[in-house]
């Protein structure tokens, strides 16, 4: 579905350059999540920055269903509403002064007149709401009104809105504690399936990405060092970096009797 | 030798009162780590602040003593109290950004620290510094000494915290979220050296987390708190493996590494409680599976103080 070759991010000021992501091919096939996991300034989400748009590529070139998605400097769209995505912080990335309604429906508005009013109905909209567990009197109220949790999921409903088949998710629930975690997870899988979408889940946290995906990429140093089957690189990863990545994990051994808890 | 009995934190707002902490009783002994852990708005951060004299203005503790070696931290003045922080007791917040002064060398910022709190002269203190540093594994203490917080990496700044954290030496060291900010191989590098901080010279750690993980890893006994409370208290293995608590349970269920990839997580419905209207019973009634009648109606309690494994729920009360 997505193909990511030669890709290259450098920043530069002056004779001063970063490379935050270097010389990176990635496929990304129809109906899967692909996990990223790095840590921070692996260059993992400047690799899905530039997917979206919000970041031009220095090299290289990325391809959506065979359309190339950068035209040198300009950001082909494929079709509006087509790729959409869900940020780490919906504190910030959720607009203080617009109403939970007018927040869902904002991605409409780069669509066209008729998909726009097909789209924005309002039995479809509070199919949505309900779906992603909200409810419809929390439509006209604003988001310091609601927890991490419900944020997120009024982040979730707005990348759905355009009925999307690819959403970037960052981190999207980093920021939330473990409990409205595990709910917020469960959403996003089942909507994965109900809609067939395809995920590219950008997380540090590695339980998270065994969960979630069903193939991953692991990014140090702006780099992918190691691409494959999740399964295959928890049990076995083979660059050092990922070993060293799985070992620091801590973790609660739960049958502590057999598996004493490792340190060291 | 940290013994919180009863203590009761509100928060005066518009809105009317808050009870961030209700009923906390704690004791941490010598060369001790104790956990709390839980999710936000559980209280355990409030219960850090409470011990420090940090508390907001417009907090009240309503009632309740916290003593360390013996004395009411409460009734100690402002004075003594800030002499008792950084030399009896070090803290380590989450941020190391916002702990260090940005404007002054580290090295600077480590030799005030410890010229305060120790009777050394200055080539002494230069020493100490070094040492410091080296404590903390930075192998390159003399280059290191002499940089600016900016110019280190997250997990760099975090290890020169605690460096300044335990310089005074203190008997205890206060670690609120210490690795939350940190990636996770820097994580697992600063929870060892707490550890072995603790292990070398003896220092007791109250470890404030809402990581089980490293909870798992390094305390010795853990408290668990939920809308303000301890709803369980233990060993951690004990804790860990053999939760009492329907809150433990399902929050150790919720984590990602409890299941199958292809089965649904076991999430925790609903969201903890209004803490300006608390629930009349037990805090966790809303969310529970083991739900009774008396829940909703009576609040239970944690037996005081205990050292045992304890939960404060009714359903083990009636089945013991």
């Not at chain 1, 944020?151 to 979730?156: E, M």
């Not at chain 2, 206060?174 to 690795?179: F, G, L, Q, S, W």
Request: net charge neutral.
């Amino acid at each position: 579905m997505i193909e990511i070759s030669q890709l290259e991010k450098i920043y530069s000021t002056g004779k001063d350059c970063m490379i935050a992501v270097k010389t990176t091919n990635l496929t990304i096939i129809e109906g899967e999540i692909l996990g990223i996991v790095g840590e921070s300034g692996s260059g993992k989400s400047t690799l899905g920055k530039m997917i979206i748009g919000l970041e031009r590529p220095s090299n290289g070139s990325i391809t959506y269903k065979g359309h190339p998605l950068w035209n040198k400097k300009k950001y082909n769209r494929v079709e509006a509403g087509e790729i959409q995505t869900v940020f780490q912080d919906p504190q910030s990335s959720l607009d203080p002064r617009m109403s939970v309604k007018d927040i869902i429906l904002e991605p409409l508005l780069a669509l066209s007149k008729v998909e726009r009013k097909e789209k924005g109905n309002r039995e479809r909209l509070l199919q949505l709401i309900k779906r992603v567990g909200l409810k419809e009197e929390h439509l006209d109220r604003y988001p310091h009104e609601f927890s991490g949790g419900q944020r997120q999921r009024i982040a979730i409903a707005r990348a759905l809105i355009t009925d999307p088949s690819f959403i970037v998710l960052d981190e999207p629930t980093s920021a939330l504690d473990v409990s409205v975690q595990a709910q917020v997870l469960n959403l996003l899988k089942e909507l994965q399936k109900e809609r067939n979408l395809t995920y590219l889940f950008i997380s540090h946290n590695m339980s998270v990405i065994r969960y979630m995906c069903q193939r991953v990429a692991v990014m140090f140093k702006g780099e992918i060092v190691e691409v494959g089957d999740t399964k295959e690189i928890f049990e076995h990863p083979e660059h050092p970096y990922t070993q060293k990545l799985l070992s620091s994990v801590l973790t609660i051994q739960n049958d502590t009797d057999t598996q004493s808890i490792i340190l060291k | 030798m940290l013994e919180i009995k009863n203590l009761h934190v509100d928060f005066e707002g518009m809105r009317g009162k808050t009870e961030a902490l209700k009923n906390m009783n704690l004791s941490l002994n010598r060369g001790e780590i104790l956990g709390i852990v839980g999710e936000s708005g559980s209280g355990k951060s409030i219960t850090a602040l409470s011990i420090l004299g940090l508390l907001e203005e417009n907090a009240i503790i309503s009632k309740g003593r916290i003593l360390y070696n013996g004395d009411n931290l409460l009734e100690l003045s402002k004075k003594n109290i800030q002499a008792l922080r950084g030399k009896e007791i070090g803290m380590v917040f989450q941020e190391p950004m916002t702990a260090l002064q940005p404007t002054m060398r580290i090295g600077k910022q480590l030799f005030n620290v410890i010229k305060q709190h120790r009777n050394l002269s200055s080539k002494e203190t230069k020493e100490a510094v070094l040492h410091a540093l080296r404590d903390v594994h930075i192998d390159n203490p003399e280059l290191v000494a002499k940089k600016y917080p900016f110019e280190l990496s997250g997990g760099m700044r975090q290890r020169i915290v605690i460096a300044l954290a335990m310089a005074a030496p203190p008997n205890l060291l206060i670690a609120d979220e210490p690795t939350t900010a940190l990636d996770v191989t820097i994580q697992y590098e600063i929870i060892n050296l707490i550890k072995e901080l603790n292990e070398k010279r003896g220092t007791s750690v109250l470890l404030i987390t809402h990581d089980l993980g490293v909870v798992a890893n390094v305390c010795d006994r853990i408290l668990v708190m939920y809308a303000g409370e301890v709803v369980e208290s233990g060993n951690t293995k004990d804790v860990l493996s053999h939760p009492i608590h329907p809150y433990t349970k399902s929050l150790l269920n919720a984590l990602p590494d409890s299941v199958e990839p292809h089965e649904p997580l076991q999430a925790i419905e609903g969201e903890p409680p209004n803490l300006l209207k608390r629930p009349k019973g037990c805090a966790f009634s809303e969310r529970c599976h083991f739900v009774m009648d008396i829940c909703k109606e009576e609040h239970p309690e944690l037996k005081d103080g205990g050292s045992s494994h304890q939960a404060s729920c009714w359903l083990e009360k009636v089945i013991v």
